[in-house]
């Protein structure tokens, strides 16, 4: 088993990180041969330096595009200087290897949501949004978005759920520790990292248990306020998750409900059980009337 394969084998395979594996050519060459019993082989993991940060697509892109503009685009926005000060963490959630390798150790992960949140959020944002319109151009990545490449749609992905990503995970508990972080590195429940990637478009997993705790709480807010725009993937994601955390958390743990903006009036919350009281209503009240 490759060293990378092993990384990711406690993760679903639909929230593991896009990795690119070359074969070499010498790999038919080399005697298939079998250490003996007294052999011990060891794999050294692979370490981040102490000042290099987590970048995307830090494998290799490949040539799986239609047009020679889209590997282009992508080299043009990894080496943007703002790209990289803005440090997405929607864009290296499921997109790099060495952010999948710096949350493999608190110390490290911290660093980078230090990074990442120090970021100037207005034109971060900005960058994202003309990033996420520019990869569905033709002129760019639009043969390949319209294919359903899946480096180019996990990229705008990225890009459209900075917003959303950008709050929770810069968001802390009450002793002052990302709770990304803490629920990153938490071995023993693998299942709190999940609602980080809602964003993104990843549905919650069948069976999923988090830890209920105030940081799912936290986050599950900023991801409400989010869901009420049809454009942005959580908009989908949400409430099947919520209702699955009031499963394992309580009915009322988590609020199910979405805020929906209709020509600028007040949020209306809609949930599938005010429907249902409200039918109810007016059943009882056609009963009275006859």
Known sequence: MH???RQFEDLPESLSPTTTTRRSSQ??????TRPSSRTSVIAAQPTLTDTA???PFDTNLGNNFTSPAC?????????NSTFKSCLPISVLLRNSNSFFI???NLVTITRTLDASCNADFRVCSALMEELGAKITDDAFCGSDFERENPMVIQAYEGFLAY?????????RDVSGSYCFATA?????????SYPYYLPVGVAWPGGARPSCNECLKGIMRVFSDFASNKTQLIHETYQPAAQQMNIACGPEFINTTIPVKQNGSSDLHVSSSSLVTFVALLVTVFTLLL
């Open 3 to 5: 060293l990378e394969e």
């Open 27 to 32: 790999d038919d060459e080399r005697p298939t």
């Open 102 to 104: 710096a949350t493999k």
């Open 163 to 171: 917003q959303p990503l950008y709050q929770a995970a810069c968001t």
């Open 53 to 55: 940060l987590p970048s």
């Open 184 to 192: 990153i590195t938490n071995r023993s429940s693998i299942s709190d």
């Open 71 to 79: 590997p282009a685009f992508f080299n043009d926005f990894l080496k």
